[in-house]
Structures are given as C-alpha cells and as structure tokens.
C-alpha cells in the first residue's frame, strides 16, 4: 500500500511570495490533515477534510492560508503572501475516517524556508 | 496548562537499558492515544495505540495508560542506537473525533 504523498519535498521562497503543497491520502483514507510543525515542536493541526469537507480548520490563518480538497481526494495547502515565521515542514497526514481510534499516518512533509 | 505534555530531554541512556518517557494531558475525555517516532528530518511514525488504562506490550515497546492520573508512558527495553529519535505522544482530544494534540516530542538518544 502507498503511503501519503506530498510535493514538493523542499521549497525556498522570499518573503510576500506565494507558496502551495500538494498532499496525495493513501488510497480509501476519507480524512486528510494539514499540519504544521516548528523546529522542536510537535506538529499542530491546520485543518482537517472529511472527504470534501473541512470539518476543523479554527487554526488556519485564513487571512494568508487557504486549503482545498477538491473530489475529496488530492489537496492543496495555499499560503499568500508567506512571511518570515511561516519557516515549517508542512506534514500531511491521513486516516481512514475520523473516528477517535483511527491511526493516522503522515507523509514526508515539505520543508518550507522563507527568506 | 498545555493540553500534552513532555518532557523535552534529551534522554540519554546506554546501549541495553530501559528507556522511560513520559506524557501527560488535560483532557479528561480523551478516549485514544498515541507514540510516534520521528528521526531528524522525517516524518513521525505509529510506534503505538493505547485506549484502555493498563499496559500494552508490542516487541520492546511497552505503553503504559492510566486515565485517573492523565498519564500515559512508553518504555522501551534493550534500547538500541537505532531507537535514538524524538518520541511523540498524541492524544485524542475528547469528543472531537480524529483532532490529534501533540506534545512537544521527548529526543532519545542511545549510547553504544
């Protein structure tokens, strides 16, 4: 079974530009979340997808971050413009429903330097 | 009060040894929870669950539940230079299905 797909893999950027990360779920997983995970933290959830829908995205800086999960498959993780403190690896993770006993598993993440 | 908590570390141990590491949460409701190892410059992966209080052994691993104390632990015995990594504890946040609170990782390291 493939695992979580993300792209790309790094991405170096200058301050105002704009940025996207693309995530693919492992195959039949209905729920796909975004997290974003600082140097020395854990990672913290942006905004979780049942399917199509976004059921909890209270911690996405919708001023600048937008996300999209169009056919409740891929998606994709917009930030405009980055700023300095936007410097994270973005991990996307999925499960099979969000169910509290589900176990989710997460792609390689993309490392994400602003200058 | 952070919703997750651990101990930064680092935790050093010799080559053999048990490693202890230990998590606490706020969140009576918390019905599941987690450890995942993520070594440097990856992505964190399941080592294992635990829903009920008690222990729950898989190989070297040994998860440790008890909900009166909001406690959860992970032992791993014979620790080897390979387990050296960050240890996430996660937990289930009461009733809202599938929202994962992550400690801030406990880093390991296994000396031969």
């Known amino acids: 079974e493939a695992g979580v797909v993300q792209s790309p893999r790094y991405k170096i950027i200058e301050k105002k530009q704009p940025v996207a990360f693309w995530c693919n779920p492992i195959s039949g997983h209905n729920t796909l979340y975004w997290y974003r995970q600082n140097l020395g933290q854990g990672p913290e959830l942006l905004i979780r997808?049942?399917?199509?829908?976004?059921?909890?995205d209270s911690q996405l800086p919708k001023d600048r971050f937008s996300a999209e999960r169009l056919k409740g498959v891929d998606s994709t993780l917009k930030i405009q413009p980055a700023e300095l403190g936007d410097s994270a690896v973005y991990l996307c993770?999925?499960?099979?429903?969000?169910?509290?006993?589900?176990?989710?598993?997460f792609g390689p993440g993309t490392r994400l330097l602003v200058l | 009060q952070k919703e997750v908590e651990q101990n930064s570390g680092p935790l050093s141990v010799p080559e053999g040894a048990i490693a202890s590491l230990n998590c606490t949460y706020s969140?009576?409701?918390?019905?599941?929870f987690f450890w995942y190892r993520q070594y440097s410059g990856k992505s964190p992966e399941l080592i294992m669950f635990i829903y009920s209080n008690g222990d729950k052994e898989d190989g070297r691993f040994t998860a440790q539940l008890n909900k009166a104390s909001q406690y959860v632990s992970l032992l791993i015995r014979d620790s080897q230079p390979s387990d050296s990594a960050t240890y996430l504890c996660a937990v289930n946040v009461g009733n809202q299905g599938g929202k994962l609170i992550f400690g801030q990782g406990t880093e390991l390291s296994v000396k031969p």
């Open positions: 997808y049942e399917n199509e829908e976004a059921v909890d």
């Open positions: 993770a999925s499960s099979r429903t969000r169910r509290w006993e589900e176990t989710q598993y």
């Open positions: 969140d009576r409701g918390s019905q599941s």
